[in-house]
């Protein structure tokens, strides 16, 4: 597994597509499943993905979509036992698959027996609503209205970036390295990147791909 | 554009005269044939660009579909077609300035500057041969430096060479040399018509351009029906502006004066019928000769990014060490790809034109096939895929591709047996060191991934490779 991760993505919907465009973004290659031929034909147009119409708990549909050399897989459909049947047939066919599975409950625990991770959008999106009905001064990170990203990165051992002070490496336009390691203090232009510390760092989508190569190698 | 004006760039003013002294007049048909040949695999581009949305070419695809091995020597024979069409232009570019240089009579015709004398290492080394190795290095350090300059003025670029060839066929259409042209007889006395076939081979490379095209359709919008559309445009407007060039060169020197120029054709042909004593740049000709040195250095520019984009694809993809995918912290550029293609174009500039061009050829010609291959193979093991852009009368196109360039490359290589045999040698010394390497690299990597154990986590994932 290096940098680039090979995902699927069960669910050509909401949740999926903004998903596959993130992870797009950022450099990994993705292919969506997508049972209704319409919501195929408008993914396929964003092209972000590579897209296989059809049923996702089909496995030869699943074969399709190549999960025998996929780093991961995420049951991202509306229908929670779907996407439970998706994640637990990709593990059946390849073992070493990472599991992400959309749920419609609160109950993450009792789904952690069988997939690598769960999550609840509707939770997610309550938090956002809640944070936009206060209508604070003040928001926290997963509320930016634009489509900057600010996201937490550890940077890997041999990343170009590594070991270098800040002033030494050209980020894209578009990128700001905020804290210091930690956390602690904000960047300066004498930080260092050290491998293995995390950093917070606010990236516009288009350079996402570069500031991963650089912080992740 | 970016396609075009690799396509349109040097083949046309490199070519042109190496064709000519192999197939005559039918130079004129080399090319047309060309575009046809090449018009099937344009549809499996077309068909692959559109579904799978990756840059990085004819590999991306090659890399959806096929194991490890076959699309790492996809990659690999890429890789270096693009560097060796990048020696290539290189070597175009040196006699045409000096051609630029004699027409305001700075140097002796490009035939009577032999080598020009080292001071510092005491050695004599031919002017052209220093001339190509100089634009290499100057076009690499800029790139591997700064993005900035590589890329966005393509578009300039191109409409640039587009205009000065124009320029070129509406004077060489109307003088008066081209009214008495004489193509007959059209095929050259020895081989006949047979003889277009390898010309076809060696001048195959111009048509390297849908690659180029589909490695930067990250930046398309629209993709379903623009990256089919560019395709298939650029092809059309390089195969008529090929078709004029070759016509009106053919007609005003001659195809005998076309071959002795070799590498100068165009530039010489139109030397010899623009108008002179025009104010300021004297010499009609000496347009054209400036389109020529103008195009083979943007030409070459381009495969420079081209080869170090396959590099850094590769890199990423694991299949070459890791740091040939990284971006320079320094420079933000995918600094070792640019550098390790930089050493391979220029040990390159040694070769003789002829056997640069058979050599790139030869690689674009096979990764074609293997390119026309995937289409086949992923319609098969991927029914369900979504396809934008579905080529019409599958299988016929892929599979017309695939003998068409298999035919092209046999006729090749029984010609480079004859007449080249040190550039299939190096040919073949290539594909064995990609092997060699691949082999090395899997070693390489399976072993500390043993000692590492199954250490996954969300974000922490080491690298394999290192």
Redesign the interface.
């Known amino acids: 597994m290096g940098s680039k991760l090979d995902v699927i993505i069960a669910g050509g919907g909401r949740v999926g597509f903004e998903t596959a465009t993130i992870l797009d973004d950022r450099g990994h290659d993705v292919t969506v499943v997508e049972r209704d031929q319409a919501r195929a034909d408008a993914v396929s147009d964003e092209y972000v993905a590579t897209v296989i119409s059809g049923d996702a708990s089909n496995p030869s549909i699943l074969e399709q979509a190549g999960v025998e050399d996929a780093d991961a897989i995420a049951g991202l459909t509306g229908l929670a036992g779907l996407n439970l049947a998706v994640c637990m047939e990709a593990k059946d066919m390849a073992p070493d698959i990472r599991t992400v599975a959309r749920i419609d409950t609160r109950a993450k625990e009792s789904y952690t027996r069988f997939v690598d991770q769960v999550l609840f959008p509707e939770l997610a999106g309550a938090r956002t609503a809640a944070n936009e009905i206060i209508g604070s001064d003040v928001e926290t990170l997963a509320d930016l209205t634009g489509t900057l990203d600010i996201m937490q990165i550890r940077v890997a051992e041999g990343a170009p970036a590594a070991g270098r002070q800040l002033s030494e490496i050209r980020f894209p336009a578009g990128t700001l390295v905020v804290s210091d390691d930690d956390g602690d203090r904000i960047a300066r232009p004498d930080t260092t990147l050290d491998a293995g510390k995390r950093y917070v760092v606010a990236v516009e989508p288009d350079v996402a791909d570069e500031v991963m190569n650089l912080m992740r190698g | 554009m970016i396609g075009m004006g690799a396509m349109i760039g040097a083949g046309i003013f490199v070519l042109t005269g190496l064709a000519a002294e192999i197939a005559g007049p039918a130079a004129i048909l080399v090319f047309a044939l060309n575009g046809v040949v090449t018009a099937f695999t344009g549809l499996s581009y077309a068909e692959l660009a559109a579904?799978?949305?990756?840059s990085g070419g004819g590999y991306a695809f090659v890399r959806?579909v096929f194991a490890d091995l076959p699309s790492y020597l996809m990659g690999w024979m890429l890789w270096f077609a693009y560097m060796i069409a990048g020696a290539l232009y290189a070597l175009g570019f040196a006699p045409n300035f000096l051609e630029l240089l004699h027409v305001y009579g700075i140097v002796p015709p490009p035939e009577a500057v032999g080598a020009i004398s080292l001071p510092v290492v005491d050695a004599a080394l031919p002017a052209t041969f220093l001339l190509a190795f100089l634009a290499v290095l100057g076009l690499v350090s800029l790139n591997a430096v700064s993005t900035a300059a590589s890329g966005s003025l393509e578009t300039v670029f191109t409409i640039v060479k587009v205009s000065i060839l124009v320029v070129f066929v509406a004077f060489g259409a109307t003088a008066p040399m081209f009214s008495t042209a004489e193509f007959q007889p059209l095929f050259p006395a020895e081989g006949g018509a047979l003889a277009i076939l390898p010309a076809m081979g060696l001048t195959f490379i111009a048509f390297e351009g849908y690659d180029l095209i589909t490695t930067v359709?990250?930046e398309?919008e629209?993709?379903?029906e623009n990256i089919p559309k560019a395709i298939f445009v650029s092809l059309a407007a390089t195969v008529v502006v090929y078709l004029a060039v070759v016509t009106v060169a053919v007609g005003t020197l001659g195809a005998q004066g076309l071959a002795e120029a070799g590498e100068a054709g165009i530039a010489q042909a139109a030397t010899s019928f623009m108008p002179t004593g025009l104010p300021i740049i004297q010499n009609g000709g000496a347009i054209i000769v400036f389109g020529a040195v103008f195009s083979t250095l943007t030409a070459l520019n381009a495969v420079v990014i081209a080869s170090s984009r396959v590099a850094f694809s590769m890199g990423?993809?694991?299949q070459l060490l890791?740091s040939f995918?990284?971006?320079?912290?320094?420079?933000?550029t995918p600094f070792v790809a640019i550098v390790a293609s930089a050493v391979v174009m220029l040990g390159s500039v040694v070769l003789p034109t002829q056997s640069a061009g058979n050599m790139s050829s030869l690689f674009f010609l096979l990764s074609f096939i293997v390119v026309n291959g995937s289409v086949i193979k992923l319609r098969r093991?991927?029914?369900?895929?979504?396809r934008?852009y579905e080529m019409p009368f599958y299988p016929a196109p892929p599979v017309i591709g695939i003998v068409l360039n298999l035919v092209l490359t046999l006729v090749l290589v029984e010609f480079l047996v004859r007449t080249d045999p040190l550039a299939l040698a190096l040919s073949a010394a290539w594909i064995g060191l990609g092997v060699v390497t691949y082999f090395g690299l899997n070693r390489l990597r399976t072993e500390p991934d043993a000692a590492e154990g199954t250490a996954?986590g969300?974000?922490?994932?080491?690298?394999?490779?290192?």
């Open positions: 579904s799978i949305p990756k959806e359709t990250e398309v629209n993709p379903r990423r993809e694991g890791p995918g990284q971006i320079h912290h320094r420079y933000g093991e991927r029914p369900d895929m979504n934008p996954a969300d974000e922490q994932v080491p690298l394999e490779d290192d």
